[in-house]
């Protein structure tokens, strides 16, 4: 039977189409473009030869088809058509309605077709469409996608915009949060700029880095007024130009320039306004080559480079070289990265990071092997983000997976990994991090992973005191995690993890919770929520410093509580509804104060002491999307925010719904914005 209605994409791009050499299908020219009704009755469709006798993708990989589909091709000088009969029993096909690009882990059937466009077999185009005649569009290359998604959904084929609120959290660390990017401008089509890892573009457009010291003003003298106080850096402009050549060769310019921000002090003894600079004028730029060789095989040069207004200002570059090499079969792969960074100003530095990795990457025995360099200097943090640097570390894995399924399993792997770890400078031990792991996934759909592994030696963390060279010691561990979910075509989905962590010594653990649950009420409506609870005794944070500099570290008995709810309904294919509330908990008692000693031991000699902290986030999104034309939509949306400098006392809120009760009471931040985008087709101008 024929699957509901005829599925038909019309594909207002110019591209070419490039199929496996095994397989070809001619596309005809159509004097007149084909009516998009759902419907094959086009005289021109008759013209069309259909491509039958598809493959399977899963679950047995290159095994015929079990249903029939048919699928011709047309184009014009404008747009390129494909019609797809898709013969199926309509009692077995599902029709969710969901949200643009949200297809994956839902009850909905779909069609999608791939588009190599620079015939590179590298980079390209998805182009798909549910059964609830909702779209998903993506853009593909070697460095996007996962193990979900084909590709970077965040790109739509007509640039549209979708802003959200980052999950802040209370950063216990010594290592910046990252946060994923929103905007549009900085999503869609910027693959080939962070091919490297060298581009985080939460640089361009942050907060201010002289913010915190003034808003720390205001806080500590009284007789300061902020009048003015930017979170926000301006931007001027930002460009972006890529593409490719008809030699595979891959050219991408990006620049931004963000405009001097200031802050407005006003002195209420005198009356007097200073004006103060916090974030200079600065100007970014990135440039790509990315040269597609034979079959998955690249070769790809990066430099990236910050230029700050003013003499003692700093600016920085950036220089990589990335390659990754596959043979003929695409069996085996080498892959390697060379970075070289120079940082100028007032004391000017420099660094270097390679990274060799060989492996098997196919068949059913699969391992590798990396080295990872990355020298005390190595800094690309101006436009880039690098967790920490000074690392010298060698891992390796090796694996069995089965992709043929038995009597019991679709697929399953079992994989063995390893990580040891040193300081690059001076040489000496960190870490070492031994871990086996198993996943299943059940013929029902249901799938479990286990992991167990170890710390079996006391690890050394260099990087909490903030203290060149100095270091604390952190206890060995074993951990074990499982986790998995059921079948998502069902109505009620439910995903989990939970890792238990036991250490050497008395009185210290950790764990980690996850859940999420998701019930679809209808085709129309479904609500998820989810719950992540973290803990650990004794765990170790810098507390401080002496007045004499001496750093004092604290053991705390932290608890992190995160939990979202969620809901969307589809009025329409292109008219949807979502809301999201976010409510975020982290409790930090302190147990006792310690220095540390020249072998990273804790010495209970100090009398620093320092309150215990507790810290709320909350905040409601919802969005109203209506896409009422192609590439052309109206946005309403609504915010609501618990203001930033908002405290409740942690002697009197000790539990989480102590916490949650007591938000309402305090003062939150509204916002309702209004969008609207018109899509202006230049070809369809242009013919009138």
């Not at 570390?393 to 399924?405: D, H, L, N, V």
């Amino acid at each position: 039977m024929l699957l509901g209605r005829l599925f038909f994409i019309p594909l207002l791009l110019l591209y070419t189409i490039a199929f496996p050499q095994s397989k070809s299908l001619v596309a005809i020219k159509a004097e007149q473009a084909p009516k998009i009704d759902g419907e094959l009755n086009d005289a021109v469709w008759d013209k069309a030869p259909a491509a039958t006798n598809f493959i399977q993708k899963f679950p047995n990989s290159g095994f015929p088809s079990s249903v029939k589909t048919n699928v011709k091709i047309l184009y014009d000088n404008s747009a390129i058509y494909i019609g797809a009969y898709l013969f199926d029993d309509p009692a077995l096909i599902h029709k969710q309605l969901t949200a643009r690009d949200e297809e994956q882990q839902a009850d909905v059937d779909y069609f999608a077709v791939f588009f190599d466009t620079y015939n590179d077999k590298q980079n390209g185009f998805q182009f798909l469409v549910t059964t609830g005649n909702v779209q998903t569009d993506a853009r593909l290359g070697p460095n996007l996608g996962d193990n979900v998604n084909y590709g970077d959904k965040t790109w739509d084929a007509v640039w549209d915009s979708k802003i959200k609120i980052d999950n802040v959290i209370n950063n216990l660390s010594p290592f910046e949060v990252k946060f994923d990017e929103h905007r549009p401008f900085f999503t869609e089509g910027t693959e080939i700029f962070n091919k490297s890892g060298l581009f985080y573009s939460r640089r361009i457009g942050a907060t201010p880095a002289g913010y915190d010291s003034i808003s720390r003003m205001g806080k500590i003298n009284p007789s300061l007024d902020i009048k003015k106080n930017p979170t926000v850096t301006q931007l001027y402009n930002a460009i972006k130009f890529s593409g490719r050549t008809k030699h595979k060769l891959g050219i991408g310019v990006f620049n931004a320039v963000g405009a001097p921000m200031n802050a407005i002090i006003k002195d209420k003894t005198n009356g007097v306004e200073t004006k103060v600079q916090t974030e200079p004028l600065t100007n970014y730029n990135i440039f790509v080559l990315d040269q597609a060789l034979k079959g998955r095989s690249y070769l790809t040069f990066t430099n990236t480079n910050v230029i700050r207004e003013g003499k003692e200002q700093r600016d920085a570059n950036v220089s990589a070289l990335d390659f990754s090499l596959y043979d003929n079969e695409n069996i085996f792969n080498v892959k390697g990265t060379a970075r070289y960074s120079k940082i100028f100003g007032i004391n000017p530095y420099d660094g270097f990071n390679t990274m060799l990795r060989v492996g098997k990457v196919s068949g059913k025995f699969q391992y590798f092997l990396q080295n990872l360099v990355k020298s005390d200097r190595y800094d690309p943090n101006d436009l880039g983000y690098l967790l920490f640097p000074n690392e010298l570390s060698y891992s390796g894995e090796i694996g069995y997976f089965q992709y043929s399924p038995s009597k019991t399993f679709l697929n399953y792997n079992y994989k063995l990994d390893f990580r040891y770890a040193r300081l690059y400078d001076p040489n000496a031990f960190s870490d070492l991090n031994i871990y086996a792991s198993g996943y299943w996934y059940f013929k029902n759909l249901w799938n479990v992973g286990l992991k167990v592994g170890a710390f079996p030696e006391d690890q050394r963390d260099y990087f909490v005191l903030n203290t060149p060279g100095r270091f604390v010691k952190r206890p060995a561990w074993s951990y074990a995690q499982v986790q998995g979910s059921t079948d998502d075509r069902k109505r009620f989905y439910f995903t989990y993890s939970y890792l238990i962590g036991k250490f050497y010594i008395p009185g210290k653990n950790y764990h980690l919770a996850l859940a999420d649950l998701r019930y679809r009420f209808s085709n129309k409506l479904s609500i998820e929520a989810s719950i992540n609870h973290e803990g650990e005794k004794n765990y170790i944070i810098l507390a401080g410093k002496e007045s004499n500099g001496e750093p004092v570290i604290g053991f705390v008995d932290f608890t992190n509580i995160e939990s979202i709810f969620s809901g969307l309904y589809n009025f329409a294919p292109r008219i949807n509804l979502t809301i999201r509330a976010r409510h975020y908990w982290s409790k930090v008692p302190y147990n006792k104060f310690a220095h540390v000693t020249s072998t990273g031991d804790y010495a209970f000699n100090t009398s620093f002491t320092k309150p215990n902290e507790n810290v709320n986030y909350f905040n409601i999104d919802a969005l109203l999307t209506w896409d009422f034309k192609l590439g052309s939509r109206i946005l309403l949306g609504y915010k609501n925010w618990l203001g930033d400098d908002e405290f409740l006392d942690p002697t009197n809120n000790k539990t989480y719904f102590r916490n949650f009760s007591r938000l309402f009471n305090l003062p939150h931040a509204n916002e309702l914005t209004l969008k609207f985008i018109y899509f202006l087709d230049y070809n369809q101008l242009r013919k009138k």
